[in-house]
Nanobody
Framework: QVQLVESGGGLVQAGGSLTLSCAAS????????MRWYRQAPGSQRELVAT???????NYADSVKGRFTISNDDAKNTVYLQMNSLKSEDTAIYYC?????????WGQGTQVTVSS
């Protein structure tokens, strides 16, 4: 079964940058959108960014202007460039491939921003 493998999380100081990657272990067809979610302790999972198959993107208000989602179709990989990180960005970040008919999830990668 195809899995999503995330990387790039870690500890960074406030104001710093990180880039998350999420790659599929095998081919996935009919991907409608790739998304990044995050979940902080004691909070619900939050949609952070979306990139659709046609290339359009959306961001949560809390990350607009700081985060950039991009993808490489040939590699079935999605990225999340995170700049000007804040302590409130601390969370486990999950990638999601919304394909037809299956939705795939990564295992999560921890991002910790120290103030």
């Amino acid at each position: 079964q195809v899995q999503l493998v995330e990387s790039g999380g870690g500890l960074v100081q406030a104001g710093g940058s990180l880039t998350l990657s999420c790659a599929a272990s095998g081919p996935i067809v009919n991907i409608n959108a790739m998304r990044w979610y995050r979940q902080a302790p004691g909070s619900q999972r939050e949609l952070v960014a979306t990139i659709r198959s046609i290339g359009t993107t959306n961001y949560a208000d809390s990350v607009k202007g700081r985060f950039t989602i991009s993808n490489d179709d040939a590699k079935n990989t999605v990225y999340l460039q995170m700049n000007s990180l804040k302590s409130e960005d601390t969370a486990i970040y999950y990638c999601n491939f919304l394909a037809d008919p299956t939705s795939y999830w990564g295992q999560g990668t921890q991002v910790t921003v120290s103030s």
